[in-house]
C-alpha cells in the first residue's frame, strides 16, 4: 500500500482549495473475495460514533457525564449488528461516515470478527481545525493500494475530507473509491450550499485527473453529501449535483449509461434515478425523505471490463432499520435505536 503525499498550496492563495493531508492511515492487510463473485459496496452514515474518550471535539452529548463506556459499547452493538445484516456474511467493502476517529473504527471492526475486514482505512483525529472530527471511514476485505485524502477549503475553514482508497479489485484494474460526507444542511439548505459546491469541486478535480489518464476509469463515489439526488430541480440557487442538460458547473448526474464524458465535464451516474420517486429514500427531513446517501459511477464502470455496474444491482436497506410506529429509520437516540440513516448498497460485476 501507499500513501500519497501531496501537499497543494497555490500561488497567492491564504488556503489550497484542495489539500491531500499527510496525516497516516492505519492499514491492516487483507485477503479478497472469491474470484468470480460480484464486489458489494455498502455506504451507510452511522450517525456520530463517538469513542468513550474525551478530547474535546466532542458533540455536548459525547461529553463526560452523558457519555461513557457502557454506552458506547452498545452503540458499537448496534452499527456492527447492521453491517452483519445487510447481506450473507456482510459487505465486502463498506464506506461509513460519522465516525469520530481510528480508534472508533477500530473499535468497530473488532465487533466485526469473521467478516475479514483486515484492511481498516482510519484516519487519526487532530481536532476540528483540520476538519477531522467525524472523519469517513473504509473497511475492506479486497486489498488497499493507495489512499489519499483530500480537505477542501471553504470560506476560511476546512470542511470534511474525502477519503479516496485506490482498492485492487481482483477485476485486472482498481477501483477508485471515494467515501464523502458534505457539508450538513443545518443553518439553511442556501446558506450551506456554497461548501457543498466546494466539495464538489474538489471531488471534481481529482476525477479530472483521472479521466485525463483513463477516459473509463472505474470510479465510484460514495457517501452521505447532504444533497437530495433530485435536489437541482427545485432549488433557485446554484447546487452541488446537477443533471446533465444543466448548467456545466458541478457534479452532472444521468440515470442513463453512457460513454466517455464530454472534455472538462465531470459526468456520473446515479442509480436513485432507476427508482419511482416514491420509493427513494434514505433519511427524513421535516418528515419527508431524502436521498442525502449516494452511489455515483464513472463510465468505466459501464464498460464490461474490470467492474461493471448492471441496472437493479442497488438497494436501500431497510429491514429492521424502520420503525413500525413512525415508518422512519431507527435512529440512535442515546441508549438505543441504530442510525437517521439507512444504508445503501451496490453490486458490481466482473468482467472480462
Known amino acids: 500500500m501507499r500513501w500519497k503525499r501531496d501537499h ?54 459525547f461529553r463526560a457525564g452523558r457519555w461513557d463506556a457502557a454506552r458506547y459499547a452498545e452503540r458499537l452493538t448496534q452499527i456492527a449488528a447492521v453491517l452483519r445484516a445487510v447481506r450473507p456474511g456482510g459487505a465486502d467493502v463498506v464506506a461509513l461516515q460519522e465516525v469520530e476517529n481510528r480508534a472508533a473504527a477500530l473499535d468497530l471492526r473488532d465487533r466485526l470478527r469473521g467478516l475479514r475486514y483486515r484492511y481498516a482505512v482510519a484516519f487519526p483525529n487532530d481536532g476540528a481545525d483540520l476538519g477531522l472530527t467525524l472523519t469517513p471511514v473504509v473497511l475492506s476485505r479486497v486489498p488497499v493500494l493507495r489512499v489519499r485524502l483530500h480537505q477542501v477549503w471553504h470560506d476560511g475553514r476546512y470542511l470534511r475530507p474525502i477519503v479516496e482508497v485506490e482498492l485492487e479489485a481482483g477485476a485486472g484494474r482498481p477501483l477508485f473509491l471515494f467515501n464523502n460526507h ?10 450551506t450550499e456554497p461548501a ?6 474538489a471531488l471534481a478535480a481529482r476525477l479530472r485527473e483521472l479521466q485525463r489518464a483513463d477516459p473509463l476509469a472505474d470510479v465510484l463515489v460514495a457517501g452521505d453529501l447532504n444533497e437530495n439526488v433530485d435536489e437541482h430541480a427545485a432549488a433557485p440557487y446554484p ?40 420509493e427513494r429514500g434514505t433519511a427524513v427531513h421535516r418528515g419527508v425523505w431524502g436521498t442525502p446517501d449516494h452511489f455515483l459511477l464513472s463510465a468505466g464502470l ?18 429492521g432499520l424502520v420503525s ?15 442510525s437517521d440513516h439507512l444504508p445503501i448498497l451496490l453490486s458490481l460485476r466482473r468482467g472480462a
Open 182 to 191: 458534505w457539508k450538513s444542511k443545518r443553518g439553511g439548505a442556501e446558506e
Open 302 to 319: 459501464f464498460d464490461r471490463s474490470g467492474l461493471w455496474y448492471e441496472a437493479g444491482d442497488f438497494a436501500v436497506i431497510r429491514d
Open 8 to 61: 497543494r498550496t497555490g500561488a497567492g492563495r491564504a488556503a489550497p482549495a484542495l489539500l491531500l493531508v499527510a496525516a497516516a492511515p492505519l492499514l491492516i492487510a487483507a485477503a479478497p473475495p472469491a474470484a468470480g463473485e460480484p464486489l458489494s459496496v455498502l455506504s451507510y452514515n452511522v450517525q456520530n460514533l463517538f469513542d468513550a474518550a474525551e478530547q474535546g471535539g466532542e458533540y455536548d452529548e
Open 239 to 278: 447546487t452541488a449535483l446537477v443533471r446533465l442538460a444543466g448548467p456545466a458547473a458541478g457534479l452532472a448526474l444521468t440515470g442513463r449509461p453512457f460513454d466517455p464524458p464530454p472534455a472538462g465535464r465531470v459526468v456520473l451516474y446515479s442509480p436513485w434515478l432507476e427508482l419511482p420517486a416514491a
Open 196 to 201: 457543498r459546491r466546494a466539495a464538489a469541486a
Open 324 to 338: 413500525s410506529a413512525t415508518g422512519h429509520p431507527r435512529r440512535w437516540t442515546g441508549s438505543e435505536g441504530r
